[in-house]
Every structure is written in C-alpha cells, then in structure tokens.
C-alpha cells in the first residue's frame, strides 16, 4: 500500500494511491489517491468516500516525524571512501530535527551560510510503533514502511563543526516521498534496491542497498539500543557513492525501484 500527504488547497489529508506501478514504482498517469479519516499511524487505514485523481493533488511529506529524523553516516563503503574516511566499525549516528523535514516538490532553500550544498539520496525507513532495544530479526515489526529521502548537506559546515546538527539541519534540509510502501520488504531481494540521484537529469548516484555496510535491522536495532523510537520517527540508511554539490535552481531527483521518484528544485533562501 502506498501511503500519501495531500492537500487539494484544503487542510491537508492521507491517502492511499491506487493503480498499476511500473517497476520502478511510478504510477500509472490515471492513478487516484483516495482519501483516509486520520492518520494511518495512529487509527489505521480508515477510507473515506473521497478520491480525487492524483495528478491533481499536491503530494506532502508523508509522515510528520514524531520525534527525530536518525541519520546513519558512511554506510556504504564506496562514498565513505569518497569522502576520504574509514569504514565505520559501528553504526555512525546524527539527528535531523524534524522541521528540515519537506515534501516532493518543494524547494530546497540554499542557505547563505554554506558554499557547498550536496545532494545524498537515500532509502528512509519510517517506524510504526513506539520501540525500544529492539532486536534485529524483530525490526519488520516495528517498520511502518519506507519512502525516499534526500539527505541534504552543507560539506562545508560538516567538515569545520565537529557535530552535523547544522550541517545537515537547517529547514528543507531533509525532503520526503513521494509516499510510503508499506509492502516493500528491501531485505526480501538479494541483490538490495536500487538507488539513483539525477541532477538535472544526469544519473549521479547509482547504487543499491546490497551494498548497506549495516543493513537495516542492525540499524533498528542500533538506534533503538540508544533512543525509544516513536510512530512516525525515520531512519536514514546512508548514502551510496556520488555526492556532489546542488545549485539555485538545480533539480535533484532520486529514485529508489518500487519506491517512486522524489523531486525537488533548490531555491534561494
Ligand atoms: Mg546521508
């Protein structure tokens, strides 16, 4: 099932798109979202007789995180060679705040503090229930679904503070979507999911989660031997190799296969 955020001009709704997916996940062009009473975290798919064609909504983030946007840093060994660093030996973690957090769609704000934005895009997990040490083979329990993250980045800010809080924190740092699968197993296939990045329409970033350093339920089980994790937080899995840097005006896609495609256009702050 995929679940959306909407909004027709109205107050905002969830929703669950319908119709045929092609295999990277996008939807046929007479898709509908039908609307939900609540929030599906919290009361479960409720439908209310309310559709509307989804090429004439506009799509939000899909989860408001509760708490806390966990990010994982150098999860894959080909960007974290880029980078110049070691392969971590544990997990490496940072937070995001929640208000970085945007949807398809809208701008990325290029902040006047930084010379060097970057693009990371990322599989996000997003957790269904409140949680705490939770052992790796109980993770799918606790996972809600998945959806598309970009990791968005000062370089600069990240190599001369010694925490990423500003780095990776500012408002529209962390856009979401288009929705959440909350069928997609990405453990289920041997060869991962794949990941590409285009700028402006150049691939980027082509890589696959079979190549996660810590793979997701080591990573559940990580952050949550750390912090109760809550319906609605999200986990950011790291970035494959090729980062690189975002100008006004740049559009950033990535597209994760069964995910869809998460869009967005950096703007001036
Ligand atoms: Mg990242």
Redesign the pocket.
């Known amino acids: 099932m995929r679940i959306a955020r909407f909004t027709t001009g109205e107050d905002p709704l969830y929703g669950v798109v319908t119709g045929e997916v092609d295999e990277l996940g996008q939807p046929a062009q007479d898709s509908v979202i039908v609307a939900l009473a609540g929030d599906p975290l919290y009361v479960g798919v409720k439908l209310l007789d309310q559709e509307h064609r989804l090429e004439d909504v506009r799509l939000l983030a899909p989860v408001l995180p509760r708490s806390k946007v966990v990010?994982?840093?150098r999860?894959y060994a080909a960007?974290a060679a880029e980078m110049g660093n070691d392969l971590p030996t544990e997990p490496l973690m940072f937070l995001k705040p929640n208000t970085s957090v945007v949807g398809p769609g809208d701008p990325i704000f290029y902040p006047p503090q930084t010379q060097n934005l970057h693009y990371?895009g990322?599989l996000a997990v997003v957790i269904g229930r409140i949680c705490r040490d939770v052992p790796p083979e109980k993770a799918t329990d606790v996972i809600h679904g998945y959806t598309i993250?970009n990791?968005v980045?000062a370089r600069d800010l990240q190599k001369s503070d010694v925490q990423f809080t500003r780095a990776?924190g500012f408002d529209s740092f962390c856009p979401l979507g288009p929705w959440i699968e909350t069928d997609l197993d990405p453990q289920a296939f041997a060869d991962g999911v794949k990941i590409q990045t285009f700028l402006n329409g150049d691939v980027v970033q082509d890589g696959s989660t079979s190549d996660l350093i810590f793979d997701i339920p080591t990573l559940v089980a990580h952050v949550s031997s750390v912090m109760t994790l809550l319906p609605g937080d999200v986990i950011?899995t790291?970035?494959p190799e090729g980062?690189g840097p975002m100008n006004v005006g740049d559009e950033i896609e990535i597209s994760i296969a069964g995910l869809g495609t998460l869009t967005n256009k950096v703007a001036l702050r």
């Open positions: 990010g994982i840093g999860n960007h990371e990322e993250a990791d980045t990776k950011l790291g970035t980062v």
